[in-house]
């Protein structure tokens, strides 16, 4: 009976601290916020995420997902010597960056055990909060510790809104809307299928280009399915490569001149080392470009960067079906 009376006690604390903290949270962003609905709730709950310590935010599907105030996970370990984590992400709609509600992905690592926790806006349909709360009671409760650290993290940050801790300027959530803009400037070349190219910014839904296919590290046709725009002041970081055979041929071979590509500093951009954003890449890296004599890839190296190459007022990116596509003949990846 004790042990009853606690699990619902913290099952009601848990949703208490949940509702105060979605009317927070949504009070601070409420010009800029969506009602969720429970297809997109289950859509969220469904999302993979590859590396949880250092995916910070990303985009899966029409959502992007950022770390709830940048914070790492919250740790537990309790008297059982099995350390719990709890992750706490932010949702955005990718198309329009409204905010949808909170993900909290728990985490077991003695079992690697991943549960997670859509947790829907003050406004959100109320057959997602139903949603939610079923989520509480058939899947909370059937993990030890579970609750226990679900309630606290939720009450901590319900704690750090009322006193004023854990509010953003308006400001920063600006600049953190704009750092979700992974986009090339209007002129830059897009590769399309029969290896002619096209100013990304005439490119159309439905135009054939050439992309790239990770598994099977090929190139192939693929259709862009839609084409985004963005308008304001954006800042260009620039990489420069250059033939990895030339890069450690003689020094008294004649070289080609190293090849500039520029796009904002967190769209990502395929290495040897996988997924990069461009302003992570370093001189010594190896992108992979378009080999026409082949059909196929060459490595190239970075042999400079900088961050702030030029500014300019409107940006752009594609979404392909096969998810990578190619700008001045190199491969990049779908935002």
């Avoid at 190459?309 to 940006?315: G, L, Q, T």
């Amino acid at each position: 009976m004790k042990n009853n009376l606690l699990s619902i006690l913290i099952f009601c604390c848990c949703a208490v601290a949940t509702q105060f903290l979605s009317q927070r949270v949504s009070a601070q962003t409420a010009s800029a916020s969506a009602s969720m609905t429970v297809e997109q709730l289950k859509a969220i709950k469904a999302i993979k995420v590859a590396n949880l310590d250092k995916d910070t935010y990303f985009k899966s599907g029409g959502f992007i997902l950022d770390r709830y105030e940048e914070r790492p996970a919250y740790v537990f370990t309790y008297s059982d010597g099995i350390t719990r984590k709890i992750y706490l992400y932010k949702v955005f709609t990718a198309e329009d960056t409204k905010e949808l509600g909170l993900l909290a992905i728990y985490q077991n690592t003695k079992t690697s055990e991943i549960k997670p926790f859509v947790i829907p806006g003050a406004s959100a349909d109320r057959k997602a909060w139903d949603a939610y709360i079923d989520d509480l009671k058939y899947v909370g409760e059937k993990e030890p510790g579970l609750m226990s650290t679900l309630t606290f993290v939720l009450s901590r940050e319900m704690a750090g809104l009322l006193s004023g801790g854990g509010a953003k300027s308006d400001e920063g959530g600006a600049k953190k809307k704009e750092e979700y803009n992974f986009c090339f400037a209007p002129n830059a070349p897009v590769t399309m299928a029969d290896g002619s190219s096209k100013n990304i910014s005439a490119i159309t839904a439905g135009d054939v280009v050439l992309g790239y296919n990770v598994q099977t590290k090929t190139l192939q046709s693929t259709t862009v399915t839609r084409l985004d725009i963005h308008q304001g002041n954006f800042e260009l970081t620039g990489v420069w490569l250059a033939p990895v055979n030339e890069v450690t041929a003689d020094i008294r071979a004649a070289l080609t001149a190293p090849i500039l590509l520029e796009a904002t500093a967190n769209h990502p951009v395929l290495t040897t080392n996988g997924r990069k954003a461009l302003g992570d890449v370093k001189a010594g890296d190896v992108l992979y470009r378009y080999d026409p004599s082949t059909n196929g890839t060459a490595a190239y190296t970075v042999v400079k960067t900088k961050k702030d190459v030029r500014s300019v007022k409107s940006v752009y990116n594609l979404a392909t079906q096969s998810g990578a596509y190619l700008v001045d003949q190199t491969v990049v990846m779908d935002k």
